[in-house]
């Protein structure tokens, strides 16, 4: 039974970094602080203090979790290499033009 918990949790994290999005980050800021007098309205004091807080971090899609995810679950459409196109062939020799010879002054 664990071992399926396991495999849920991977398979879970794998979906999340495959298609990217949001996630809290618990983060420390300095905050400035400015106490005034309620009668006069004048500064008493000012102050910085360290805060802990939540920030939303974007991660971005990976392109590698991507394609790991495509291969393994649909393995006929993802799984080999591209299929050559009409008129391909499978690897072979490249041919080039011949350079043209040059042009000789008559």
């Not at 500064?43 to 939540?54: A, F």
């Not at 971090?57 to 393994?72: E, G, H, I, R």
């Not at 993802?78 to 042009?103: F, N, S, Y």
Request: glycine content about 8%; cysteine-free.
């Amino acid at each position: 039974m664990a071992n399926r918990r396991q495999d849920a949790a991977v398979e879970q994290a794998l979906f999340r970094s495959a298609v990217g999005g949001v996630r809290p980050v618990s983060k420390l800021f300095k905050v400035k602080r400015v106490e005034y007098d309620d009668q006069t309205g004048k500064k008493l004091r000012e102050y910085e203090e360290i805060v802990q807080g939540t920030e939303e971090v974007y991660d971005s899609p990976s392109t590698t979790a991507q394609q790991f995810w495509l291969k393994n679950r649909m393995p006929r459409a993802w799984g080999g290499e591209p299929a050559a196109q009409d008129g391909e062939t499978e690897g072979g020799v490249i041919e080039l033009p011949q350079p043209m010879p040059p042009e000789t002054e008559s």
